[in-house]
């Protein structure tokens, strides 16, 4: 993955127009990730325009946030279509990840305004795209774009069945960042935003189509590896573990430096579920937690 050292740079993005004349009513905004739980899921029709989103409690779309200005953004219609542009704010408006002046929008677009996501939809089949949306919210994160917790126990359920009626191994691993609120106090909740999805997709990238990858929890992941005997395990997470560590994590200029600790189990006779098994790994993460960080334990 490219490395960024210099200041981001905020961009204009111009995309090319689509054939509609004009843009469907049913336009909207669904909050895909979000620190305000009542709002994951919500969808916010864009019906007027502009729509402006802030802090402001004069604003059409309110988030409340230290990290939104007052006035942040706006969704505003141009000709037959959608555009956000920021409103001068302290923390950048982001589409797809790039920092933007303006940004004319397609559909499935994702707009970061603060710690919040919106996902774009668009055309003549909103309504199926909202309620398959809502389907995915509860086996993807929407920050990271991996799995969920919910997605990772019904899985693994499924490994240990599967792994105890041919007899094969079962492996898994649990990490967390090292000091990872220090991150956030150091750099701010966007960076730290920021190293998550980085961490995922460095791990994305290294595991096998067969094994699966969630977000267990705040700064928590967790690794399922069919077939797999601790030693390969070991051998996968340390591997991981040197990675994340030279990895150059760099955010507005800041450099961050990122550490993992990880834990490791096998399946045992011992397991009555999948929620044993985590258990065991958990146990074996806070184990390399409590003996000096930035290490394996099995």
């Not at 802030?54 to 779309?61: F, Q, S």
């Not at 995915?136 to 774009?145: E, Y």
């Not at 019904?154 to 691993?173: D, F, P, Q």
């Not at 920021?194 to 096998?208: D, S």
């Amino acid at each position: 993955m490219a490395n960024f050292d210099e200041k981001t740079r905020i961009t204009q993005i111009i995309r090319p127009a689509a054939e509609e004349s004009q843009a469907p009513r049913t336009d909207c905004v669904v909050v895909i990730y979000t620190k305000e739980p009542t709002l994951l899921g919500k969808r916010f029709v864009l019906d007027s325009s502009p729509q402006r989103v802030g802090r402001g409690t004069d604003m059409d779309i309110v988030l409340d946030s230290d990290s939104v200005s007052r006035r942040h953004a706006s969704f505003t219609l141009e000709g037959a279509h959608w555009v956000v542009a920021d409103e001068g704010s302290t923390n950048g408006t982001y589409s797809n990840d790039d920092q933007v002046a303006k940004a004319v929008l397609r559909n499935g677009d994702r707009i970061k305004i603060g710690s919040t996501i919106f996902k774009f939809l668009s055309g003549a089949d909103v309504e199926s795209q909202y309620h398959e949306e809502i389907y995915r919210l509860t086996i993807v994160d929407g920050l990271t774009q991996i799995h969920n917790k919910r997605y990772l126990h019904e899985s693994l359920e499924r490994e240990l069945i599967r792994a105890r009626r041919h007899g094969r191994h079962l492996a898994v691993m649990m990490f967390d960042l090292d000091h990872f609120k220090r991150v956030n106090d150091e750099h701010g909740h966007l960076a730290g935003d920021f190293v998550l999805k980085e961490i995922a997709a460095l791990v994305q990238g290294g595991i096998r189509r067969d094994e699966m990858f969630a977000r267990y929890g705040g700064e928590e992941f967790c690794i399922v590896l069919p077939e797999s005997m601790l030693d390969g395990a070991v051998d996968l997470a340390d591997r991981l573990r040197q990675q994340i560590e030279s990895h150059s994590f760099v955010f507005q200029n800041d450099r961050i430096r990122v550490t993992i600790s990880v834990g490791c189990a096998v399946l045992s006779e011992e397991d009555r579920n999948a929620a044993e098994l985590l258990k065991r790994a958990d146990e074996r993460l806070y184990q390399a937690k409590n003996s000096g960080r930035n290490r394996v334990c099995a």
